[in-house]
């Protein structure tokens, strides 16, 4: 074999290694240990917890509430699945905001913010996205052990009594937008909008384990 078919054997090596890597972080993964998780038909918890933005405001969940109820999303830096599904965080956050509802996104992983997932790393995310909704710190993962979350991104959709109408994944499909059959957060948000019951009222989230401070 010659040295330029060693090089180029090489770099398309490399490259599997890499698509390998990137599908195995994509694979459904086990379901984490169990949380008391929040059902639908349940108030949502903590609504006057002060939660720090990377804006440097405080806001709380009462706070972020629209007329017509609230959107959490939890969400971090630091996973595969945000990356997936992050661009469809503006179109859900227009949609919100286009009907009355309030939208904040919360990144849980206390246990990973000297890894990625702290306030300055946020900040940056959050300017280099054009999030144009509150992105903020859970504080020792508080918020999501209440609504007993356990993955990024995982969605929560409360009504205007804030009565929980909706939780689970934002779609079907993490991958490809262009293949979505089912947008399960989207028929959801124009569902409690329109007063009509909402199509799916759970679903089964896909992303990555929430790191607590315990991981």
């Not at 010659?2 to 195995?24: D, E, K, P």
């Not at 000297?114 to 946020?122: F, K, L, Q, S």
């Not at 508080?142 to 409360?158: H, K, S």
Request: glycine share 8%; net charge negative; with cysteine.
């Amino acid at each position: 074999m010659s040295s330029l078919q060693t090089i180029r054997y090489g770099i398309m090596h490399r490259r599997s290694l890499q698509a390998i890597l990137f599908a195995l972080l994509l694979l459904p993964l086990p379901d984490a240990p169990a949380q008391d998780r929040l059902a639908v038909g349940s108030k949502v918890p903590l609504v006057d917890l002060p939660l720090p933005g990377v804006d440097g405001d405080t806001i709380t969940l009462a706070a972020a509430a629209g007329e017509n109820g609230l959107l959490v999303l939890f969400s971090s830096n630091t996973c595969p699945w945000v990356d997936a599904w992050e661009d469809r965080y503006r179109v859900v956050a227009e949609t919100a905001r286009s009907l009355g509802i309030g939208m904040v996104v919360v990144n849980p992983n206390a246990g990973y913010r000297d890894r990625g997932d702290g306030p300055a790393e946020m900040r940056a995310r959050a300017e280099e996205k054009g999030y144009a909704f509150p992105y903020v710190v859970d504080p020792d993962h508080r918020l999501a052990d209440a609504f007993g979350a356990e993955r990024t991104p995982e969605v929560f959709l409360f009504d205007g009594t804030l009565t929980l109408v909706y939780e689970g994944a934002i779609d079907d499909s993490p991958r490809d937008p262009e293949a979505v059959q089912q947008p399960y957060l989207l028929d959801a948000l124009h569902a409690l909008a329109e007063g009509r019951p909402v199509p799916a009222a759970s679903t089964r989230s896909m992303g990555c384990t929430i790191r607590r401070t315990q991981d």
